[in-house]
């Protein structure tokens, strides 16, 4: 059976998309070290650059916690 209608009326659609932020791969700084300033350089750059890693997961952990209690 195979049923069939026909409407003026626009459909609307009711999905819901997560909006997560655009997402960008997590730098590794590249270091050249030969002294122990390099390796204290060496080793702020590293932690930036983790704790921007971090920043980025977090957010998007943020989200899909918003969306689970929205869906509850």
């Known amino acids: 059976m195979l049923f069939v209608a026909c409407s ?16 960008t791969r997590c730098n590794k700084p590249l270091l050249n070290i030969q002294t122990n300033e390099d390796l204290i350089f060496a080793l702020e750059t590293t932690e930036l650059a983790r704790a921007l890693c971090a920043a980025k997961v977090d957010s998007v952990i943020k989200i899909q916690e918003q969306q689970n209690e929205k869906a509850r």
């Open 8 to 23: 003026t009326t626009p459909v609307q659609q009711t999905w819901s998309t997560p909006l997560y932020p655009v997402l």
